[in-house]
């Protein structure tokens, strides 16, 4: 086992890692034919090694549960109909379809397919990825008609947006005046039947360094996107322009957001043909809703006089805080277990959903009585418990009647398989069970426990821990650790039919770290763990799998890491810093590469979390978690699979290339690399591609812990 790594010896004097040389930089022309070779011989020698009957057998498993027609088919109510996008083995692009109500309760549901996208992909020659409609609120007493419809053609986030009338079950001919909006990383919302506002390619100039809209401008039906009229525009340094047009009858107002980074935000509403800037902190979420402003800061500030908590939930009338009042309202004061992640406006309530050490809690908020709040007793212990308005603006006039206070309730755990409900928050009548996802594995044979592990500077870090109920703490068990401590995302518990068949059953223990950067706590804990502190949530990962160790459920040989995106960062360095640890490391579309993530695809954006390499004081800190850098000859690393996808447009594959290739050039092996033609940043188009994205990995981890060969 190698000793610890110390920041100092991963900065060593080697220059092909301490200095800035780059010899990969060929590797980031992501369609080039050299690069393209490159990929393509490597994942000929995967795919080698994944060749054979076991393997097939568990890939088909998982494909099994991708496919299952059993599954809960998610619905969203427009006006009479309950739409829902499904994809299986006979529609592996899928379908979009709609039912009744009296129909979706029941056994089998009467679908009518509106637009089959697998049958489009052929027709038009491209293998078009669904990324949902945006539907044009109809007048009343008219039914819902008119849509925008975004499709990849790569499963990249650049999608072209075109308009879709669900009554005649087409797409607009743009001759007729139909909206077309081409391929790029487009956001469009309806003005009215014949406008929208739409960020977009503009062309030169119109894109942010992070390669977003920096602009939203007015397009008119009929009209050339050149001749779109400027309506909002953010400096190119800024993370993106984004304006939504609220059409709550009676609340109809346009509200622009300059996104100056993930965490920073200008807020304006249109009053009066100009653009009036909300007086806000510009680390302070806010949600414009009927006549109310609801606020929740990032950070404890002080705003007209009163004390706002970071991460508690503040409200006050529009009206009166555009005159200048302070009257906020306390909505939800968080504390040291319990944070605010999710609200929902139905009619009538407000619908708060909160985690209390990582278990759900929900709360109904009544702003008749000052946001009086009154739990609802639906949340089991260890689990993910979601509520959504099922349609707020819902006007009593339909078959159902007045749905305007109803809500959908998920429910979710690691061996509890999802199961939906509808509630009706008037009259408090318990919620009315839909529809229960199926078991894909044996949950009876296993247990699911909460640990704390002391991390570096004393902090408590909750993780979850999957396991068969007789467990021997022999230090022999395989386990999977789980984990992301990033951009205040919060990992909760959450059932996998192919975790379950893939990795637990056969055998292994599955364990989820709830690490700083997240945000299982709320802002603060995202915020302890960002930029110079961003070593915390490797301390903290590594603090989890101390703890497994020393409790003698696992050790070394047997303990695998596997994180995506920032999670593949956050492995990364488990893999560079913490070797002595892991005995595998599987790494997915990562950023791995800090001195050149701002460079590359979307990673500008992403500054306000990491740093700035281009300041020397920020690259000093970057430097000592930037794995590409930390590489260095002689350590006894674990085995590594890294995976990406060459259609990523968000991270991109080339730092996973590179890492790659310098690992290949220092001769650390065990080392698999695979990358998956498209599917953008999930890295799969369809069922049968997320299948071989679970299985490649699980099977990758099961081999290294075994001793098998790889």
Known sequence: MADPVSPAQQNSTDSLHDSLHDENLWLEETYGEEALSWVRERNARTEAKLSGPAYAALEEQ???VLDAKERIPGVVKRGE??????????????????????????????????????????????????????????QPGEPYRR???ALSPDGGDAHILREFDVLTKSFVDPADGGFVVPVAKSSADWQDADTLIVGTNFGPGSLTTSSYPRSARILRRGQQLEAAEPYFEVPADHM?????????????????????????????????????????PEDMDADVHREWLLLRPQSGTELRGRALEAGGLYAIRLADFLAGTAEFIE????????SLQSLSWTRNYLLLGLLQDVSSKILVADPARGFAAEELEACPPLHSVSISALDPDDDGQGAEGDVSDDYWLTITGFLTPTTLLRGRIRGGATAQHIKSA????????????????????????PYFQVSPTILELNGDNPVYLSGYGGFELSRTPAYSGGLGRGWLEPGGSYVLANIRGGGEYGPEWHLSAIKQNRHRSYEDFAAVARDLIERAVTRREKLACQGGSNGGLLVGNMLTRYPELFGAVSCGVPLLDMHRYTKLDAGYSWIAEYGDPEIPEEWEYLKT????????EGADYPAAFIWTATSDDRVGPAQARKMAARMERMGI?????????????????????????????????WRALHGEEL
């Not at 739409?83 to 009744?100: F, L, Q, V």
């Not at 909505?331 to 040291?336: C, E, I, K, L, M």
């Not at 978690?625 to 260095?632: A, D, E, G, I, V």
């Not at 690399?673 to 990758?700: I, K």
């Open 147 to 149: 849509c925008l419809i």
């Open 81 to 138: 109909h309950y739409y829902n996008y499904w994809t299986d083995e006979a529609n592996p692009r899928g379908i979009w379809r709609r039912t009744s109500w009296d129909s979706y309760l029941s056994e089998s549901p009467e679908w009518e397919t509106v637009l089959d996208v697998d049958a489009l992909g052929a027709a038009e020659g491209t293998q078009w990825v669904w990324h949902g409609p945006a539907f044009l609120r109809p």
């Open 669 to 701: 092996q065990p080392l698999w690399f695979y990358e998956s033609l498209e599917g953008g940043h999930s890295g799969a188009a369809d069922n049968r591609q997320a299948a071989r994205l679970q299985a490649a990995p699980l099977e990758f981890m």
């Open 331 to 338: 909505v939800f004061r968080p504390d040291a277990q319990t």
């Open 438 to 461: 199926p078991s894909f594995f044996d949950e009876s044979r296993f247990s699911v426990t909460q640990h704390f592990a002391i991390s570096a500077d004393g902090t408590r870090v």
């Open 625 to 632: 978690f930037s794995p590409y850098h930390l590489l260095r």
């Open 240 to 280: 993106m322009a984004s304006v939504q047009h609220d059409d709550t009858p009676g609340y109809e107002r346009d509200i622009a957001v300059d996104v100056i980074d993930f965490f920073a935000k200008r807020y304006y509403l249109r009053q009066g043909g100009e653009w009036l800037q909300l007086e806000l």
């Open 62 to 64: 998982i494909l099994e």
